[in-house]
């Protein structure tokens, strides 16, 4: 029975971790269903706001259309979920840093909650940038481009597809000062390990640039000049970092410091 009482011991943890876990995924989901089920009614009006870029530039006369039958419901209906899943992210990181929150020291908190809360407000900058400055570029672009005799008439649900993943691949884009003070925290690299590498950071840029957006030479360089500068602001930011673990007194108890959490 004795040798039998820890391994009960480890196995009760995990399943409180698991339990929690799910209570707080049911969360995330009933916040965007929540959000969704108010945002059903005006559908049709957030397409309308959406596809707003596009629609100035249009011909005089011409108009988007719908090829499938269902597009009209379908497509308005799939961005409103993608919105909802979007304003649903503050929720959705409160309840990332309730679960991790417990295991970390307070001098790690200080770190990581700031790091959170500037993850989504650079989520929301970089599907702004789209909005506001990259697509009234190269929708004015291409509508210049189209050749005579050819009528600019874009199917309602690949105009959907194509913006989608420009404000993915911008909203991700504007997350790598995170991800490069994360880096230099951890320990993985370093500033001058950084900098060393500018060179090569700038042709990955692009090169990311031409895999994440359409294949047109304005919306690569929107994106990889911005990934760029954005870098470039990680590394400052990460040169103000004290590494994780550079001074052990760290790992220990703090005046008011609690150490990691072990849940029941």
Avoid: N
Avoid at 61 to 85: C, E, H, N, R, W
Avoid at 92 to 112: C, D, S
Avoid at 240 to 263: F, M, N, S, V, W
């Amino acid at each position: 029975m004795s040798e039998q009482k820890p391994d009960q011991d480890q196995e009760m943890p995990l399943v409180s971790h698991l339990t929690e876990l799910r209570t707080r995924l049911l969360r995330c989901v009933v916040a965007i269903f929540l959000i969704f089920a108010c945002l059903f009614y005006f559908a049709q009006r957030i397409y309308t706001l959406v596809s707003a870029p596009l629609r100035q530039y249009l011909p005089e006369g011409a108009t988007m259309i719908a090829t499938d039958v269902a597009s009209p419901f379908l497509t308005p209906f799939k961005l409103t979920m993608v919105v909802a899943l979007f304003l649903a992210m503050p929720v959705i990181l409160h309840q990332v840093w309730g679960f991790i929150a417990p295991g970390l020291y307070k001098h790690e908190k200080r770190v990581a909650l700031p790091l959170l809360v500037s993850s989504i407000v650079l989520f929301y900058s970089g599907m702004a940038f789209a909005y506001f400055l990259v697509f009234p570029l190269i929708f004015h672009f291409f509508a210049s481009v189209t050749p005579e005799g050819v009528s600019m008439m874009t199917d309602i649900s690949s105009y959907l597809d194509f913006v989608m993943t420009l404000f993915f691949a911008f909203g991700v884009a504007f997350e790598i000062p995170v991800a490069v003070i994360l880096l230099i925290w951890i320990g993985v690299v370093d500033v001058a390990y950084l900098k060393r590498i500018r060179p090569y950071v700038i042709i990955g840029c692009f090169v990311v640039g031409m895999i994440l957006t359409p294949p047109d030479i304005f919306s690569q360089t929107l994106l990889a000049v911005p990934m760029w500068l954005l870098f470039e602001v990680g590394v400052f930011f990460g040169g103000l970092i004290r590494k994780r673990g550079d001074h052990p007194e760290d790992d220990a108890e703090e005046p008011g410091d609690q150490p990691p959490a072990t849940r029941p």
